[in-house]
């Protein structure tokens, strides 16, 4: 990993994907609740502390363009063209770095400017997708996110993960 | 990434994980097969091709000995303490970088070189596993690996992925 890395997303090939958004809580009389995507992608993505705002937005326009989704015929497209559901989940351990037997994760972003770029990521995807000429016409297909700085309870199922990483 | 990186593992817990090693063909009559493990951890293995024999060990080493799993009591502990189950699966598209909207894989080890050290890898995860002296207790813990070069297809159900990128 480079010392300057600023950005990291893990994108993963899905058939369907679930990822609980609310943890219960017993006493507070709370329910769990999960959100399912269809086919398309899951992007892992994990900020560290050089990100800047433009970082947010390109990766958001990278990961949304990079062609990684595989068409019924074997071509490779991006998720926008396939077109393709899309789940966001925050993934800070992807930012943590090995000493010895334990993970340091000394470069990560701070919690609040963590939140903060994770929901714009977020916003941002949600705004690519939804004026993009091949996905924004199929009103069935969702980007939905996970809840940042809870664990994330997370299923899968693909038909090749071809997992890929981008980083800035 | 560094312009250096000689493998790349990507560690991942679950609750359990499927993945098929054999692809079915109609034509030659030959039916998928799956393996699958209960709860423990996934290695998504490439090795680039400035990898070193020393490397492979080094790498089966760190990922079993890393302290990613979590007991019942949340303390934090490597796979082999937990003591879990393990899925290997070979996924070379780790080794991708972007380009424009394209990944290219220049860097990445060749084939029969990369099959060798993925044997290899396998093999040295199941040697130190046997040997482990926790590990080595529970007959019905399993290291089991996806075949190299074919599509990776694959289902997992987490308690929370927590994916760590282990580098060399």
Chains 1, 2 share one sequence.
Not at 6 to 17: I, K, M, Y
């Amino acid at each position: 990993m480079s010392e300057l890395l600023r950005a990291r997303c893990l994108v993963q090939q899905c058939v369907s994907a679930r990822l609980q958004v609310v943890l219960p809580d017993i006493q507070k009389n709370i329910l769990p609740e999960f959100v399912q995507i269809e086919r398309g992608a899951v992007f892992f993505v994990c900020f560290m502390k050089d990100a800047t705002e433009a970082d947010v937005d390109k990766l958001a326009k990278s990961v949304l363009n990079v062609r990684l989704s595989q068409t019924e015929d074997s071509k490779s497209t991006s998720v926008l063209d396939l077109p393709g559901d899309i789940l966001i989940i925050p993934q800070a351990c992807l930012g943590g770095k090995m000493k010895g037997k334990m993970f340091q994760y000394h470069n990560n972003i701070g919690k609040d400017a963590g939140l903060d770029f994770y929901a714009k990521f977020v916003d941002l995807c949600k705004k690519y997708a939804a004026e993009h000429p091949v996905w924004s016409l199929n009103k069935n297909l969702k980007v939905l996110s996970g809840t940042y700085g809870i664990r994330q309870v997370y299923s899968t199922e693909t038909n090749g993960p071809n997992m890929h990483l981008i980083e800035l």
